[in-house]
């Protein structure tokens, strides 16, 4: 019996093990975008729209362009093109990590930055 279940269990962790989350990024290299976060307690949306070397995020009313250097299919650099601080002036590593039918989880550092943070971004167009 003890062989049994050990077998099993060995069975479900191998199965497990083998997951590889679904991955589709090309779908999400263009388009119409919104991620929510939360900022001083309060739910903000920020809605953005990508092209392959643009990306122009609306938040509170205002515009706000970036470059897009894409590195492989799941991975990319945004840097804003008028930054109007310092921290600003830094890019921001972005990769996506999974991928559904209109959304990604991603993570994001600033470049050099070992600290990353996660989101998920829901494609509207």
């Given at each position: 019996?003890?062989?049994?279940?050990?077998?099993?269990?060995?069975?479900?962790?191998?199965?497990?093990?083998c997951?590889?989350?679904?991955?589709?990024c090309k779908d999400f290299k263009t388009g119409t975008f919104t991620f929510t976060s939360e900022i001083n307690g309060e739910e903000q949306t920020t809605t953005f729209v990508r092209t392959n070397e643009i990306e122009i995020d609306y938040f509170n009313g205002k515009a706000d362009t970036?470059?897009?250097?894409w590195i492989n299919d799941c991975e990319y650099i945004v840097k804003k093109l008028n930054p109007k601080y310092m921290a600003e002036e830094k890019s921001i590593h972005m990769k996506i990590l999974s991928t559904?039918?209109?959304s990604y989880i991603f993570e994001y550092n600033i470049v050099g930055d070992p600290k990353k943070s996660k989101g998920t971004v829901i494609k509207t167009n």
């Open positions: 019996m003890t062989v049994i279940r050990t077998s099993l269990l060995f069975i479900l962790l191998l199965l497990a093990s997951y590889e989350p679904q991955r589709e970036s470059s897009v250097r559904t039918k209109n």
